[in-house]
């Protein structure tokens, strides 16, 4: 069975500061990566998705990550993030052989002014 | 433009008392169509999927059920609910055609509460 682990339940960042979120998976095949965000109030919106190619992929809203294979993870990444950054992250995976995504237990960022 | 209604948007229902929530999409058909539930530091937990008319794959045995009467039309019923059925549920399509982003489209959700 697929998983999805977001170790990071609750973050909290200054204005500026970088930002890792940590996503690990557990699939020995080929997988597609999704991080999704929920703003407060907000539905849930795709923030970015790797399929197959350059392992660095890039989103919306300044926000990249990277797919390491070896590590079977995809970790959320934004150089200076801004209050309006405030938001639950997840991390989905959906395997080639599955319609469904499995999302991981979300991350709550909170970034103070 | 693909859209996706979702209701009603909260409901506070008592306990043993029947169920039915109700998503539809405009602008697409044949589209693949989800429930989840999000829980609190549980992330979300996929419920139920279709990916055609009367066609239902349950992902957790629970008190819930889902039909798909329509090809944009997806619903989650309960016959009595019960306390544990409180929650935010989410409804999502997606598109697995050739220029699908396998990507979902989420609902605004509804916020159960069972009393």
């Known amino acids: 069975a697929q998983s999805v682990s977001q170790h990071n339940h609750h973050v909290i960042l200054s204005e500026a500061a970088s930002l890792e979120l940590g996503c690990n998976y557990s699939?020995?095949?080929?997988?597609?990566l999704f991080w999704y965000v929920q703003y407060p109030g907000q539905h849930l919106q795709l923030l970015l998705k790797y399929f197959s190619g350059d392992p660095l992929v890039k989103g919306i809203k300044g926000f990249e990550a990277e797919f390491i294979k070896s590590k079977f993870s995809f970790n959320l990444r934004k150089p200076s993030v801004q209050w309006s950054d405030t938001a639950e992250y997840f991390c989905a995976l959906r395997n080639t052989g599955r319609r469904a995504l499995t999302f991981g237990s979300g991350t709550r960022l909170q970034v103070q002014p | 433009s693909q859209t996706i209604h979702q209701w009603p948007a909260t409901l506070v229902q008592p306990v043993g008392s029947p169920l039915s929530l109700e998503c539809t999409v405009e602008g697409t058909s044949n589209p693949n169509l989800y429930w989840y539930r999000q829980a609190a530091g549980r992330g979300l937990q996929l419920l139920f999927y279709?990916?055609?008319?009367?066609?239902i794959s349950s992902e957790v045995p629970q008190n819930l059920s889902a039909s798909r009467p329509q090809d944009r039309q997806f619903i989650l019923s309960s016959k009595k609910l019960l306390l544990s059925d409180s929650g935010f549920y989410l409804c999502a399509w997606s598109d697995l055609g050739e220029t699908s982003n396998y990507g979902y489209t989420f609902g605004s959700g509804t916020r159960l509460t069972v009393v």
């Open positions: 279709s990916v055609g008319i009367g066609q």
């Open positions: 699939y020995g095949g080929t997988v597609n």
